[in-house]
């Protein structure tokens, strides 16, 4: 079902664990779809003075592709520029794990989410600009998060 | 570390015994009659045919050999007694329960006759997967035509109070209808014993081939055939004879009738060790299903904090195989009717691992099994947000 770059990232997993002190953290999921990720982010500068991700640590609970999906995520935007990070989406994700089955595409979402936003939360945080598309993730990360609780109801 | 080979998923499917493959093997080729025909090559396989049904009756303690039809699934077997009766007997009523833990095709072939005007009643059941006969008793209408009750289910091996309720069916004249498939050649089955009118067992659980199953229906039970065409089977279900396959099937239950004592005896002693050592070894595990009235095959548990897929996969790359009850490991992405039946949360569900044994499974299968899950779930552990 998965390949074998997958079954990589999920036996041995990169950058899993806490930062203490982060300097922002993305939560996403909920516990009763089955997927909950959380991201932590410590932002440095690099040589040019521009704001980069210089630590990122995951942790998830969920299948073979949420903590394949955290792991690769957390590969692509270590290091990257804020700017870069933000440019991460789902399908170069997807392409980096070379592939994911169908039913399991919804699972690698939550890990972009995850990350975007603990961004979101650093600049917030931080009071720095946050641009229209970060905003409307965030709003869209909301939105998902209300249907969900709703779908669940019975369960809170 | 070495990779073994694992096996620990019987009660999805098992491999055909040497045995019985062997009793098979001349029906594909020089014993390949059609069972319907008059020359000596029909007669030869029409001879076997009966053999297997004659091994079936007895095993079932049914009076009559004529009571067993042979299908092609456990799936259709279920079908043919869950819509056959509801046709069948419509005009008296349309009224049929089942349990809240049934196998997913009792239960679609109930959600589709709902669809068809049919009144469908699930029985609850105690956090054990326990039914209380006394509940069916309340549930049963004037116009209720049919009670299909699982002898014991397919996840968490809880056993059914098949013979209470029975007599409950047969003191109010209602049909009583059992899927039986992980019971069936393991733990004793006598239909009179346990009044049921109908007893759905397959092929496949017992190391026999695929694509053999029967139906059990006592002489005088009106039912309607769901495939139509020659007089196969009585009448009841057309479609050439698969032969083979339920001479196949015939000889496994020979043999496992023959073993059953002393199996059933050897694989509850590998299950106690199992449940035993898991729930020792490992913090935050529960049993899933009753602690005694549990088939002697299966084991089933939960662990906080982790996935079922990822507990699954990771088994995998060892070589053990099982499977879960999670949203994840599932096509339809929900968690298991079953577990929540029970009265688990979504999330406990989802931590949930089944491992059931069978004939090849040695003690020393158990001791790696022991050693490798502790790691799992200490792995996942580490990775899952909700441990400190």
Known sequence: MYNKKVLQHFKSPHNFGKIKNPDGIGKVGNIICGDVMWIYIKIGNNKKGEEIIKDIKFETYGCVAALASSSIVTDLAKGKTIEQALKINQEEMIKSLGGLPPIKTHCSILAVDALLEAIYDYSIKNKKIISKELEKHHKRVEREEKIIEEKYKEWS | ?388
């Open chain 2, 1 to 388: 570390m070495k990779v073994i080979k694992t096996y620990l998923d019987y009660a999805a499917t098992t491999p055909v015994d040497p045995r019985v493959l062997k009793a098979m093997l001349p029906y594909f080729t020089e014993k390949f009659g059609n069972s319907v025909s008059l020359h000596s090559f029909g007669e030869e396989a029409k001879r076997a045919l009966e053999k297997s049904r004659s091994i079936m009756a007895k095993t079932l303690n049914a009076k009559n050999e004529n009571e067993i039809i042979f299908t092609s699934s456990a799936t259709e077997s279920n079908n043919l007694a869950i819509k056959g009766m509801a046709f069948a007997n419509q005009n008296k009523g349309k009224h049929i329960i089942i349990s809240s833990i049934e196998h997913s095709c009792v239960l679609n072939s109930a959600e589709w006759l709902k669809k068809q005007g049919f009144k469908i009643t699930k029985i609850k059941v105690d956090k054990y997967g326990v039914i209380n006969p006394k509940e069916i008793e309340k549930a049963i209408r004037k116009d209720t035509i049919l009670i299909s009750i699982i002898h014991a289910n397919n996840e968490i091996g809880t056993i059914e109070p098949i013979e209470e309720i029975g007599n409950i069916c047969e003191k109010k004249k209602i049909y009583f209808h059992t899927d039986a498939v992980q019971s069936f050649a393991k733990i004793p089955i006598d239909v009179q014993k346990m009044r049921v009118d109908l007893l759905t067992a397959s092929s496949h659980k017992l190391y026999g081939p695929k694509g053999a199953a029967l139906l059990y229906i006592k002489k005088g039970t009106n039912i309607e055939p769901l495939i139509h065409g020659g007089d196969h089977e009585f009448g009841l279900r057309a479609s050439t004879v698969n032969v083979p396959a339920i001479v196949g099937f015939g000889k496994t239950v020979e043999i496992c009738e023959k073993e059953m004592k002393k199996e059933s005896k050897r694989l509850s002693k590998l299950r106690d060790k199992l449940i035993n050592g898991v729930l020792k070894k490992i913090s935050d595990s529960y049993l899933n299903g009753h602690p005694k009235k549990r088939l002697p095959n299966n084991t089933n548990f939960r662990f906080s904090y982790v996935e079922g897929e990822a507990i699954l996969m990771d088994l995998n790359s060892y070589g053990i195989a099982g499977s879960s009850g999670s949203a994840c490991s599932s096509e339809k992405l929900e968690p298991s009717h079953v577990l929540l039946a029970c009265g688990l949360r979504p999330e406990q569900a989802h931590g949930s691992l089944r491992l059931t044994m069978g004939r090849w499974t040695k003690e020393k299968d158990i001791n790696y099994t022991l050693k490798i899950l502790p790691k799992t779930i200490k792995k996942l552990r580490k990775i899952s947000p909700y441990v400190q």
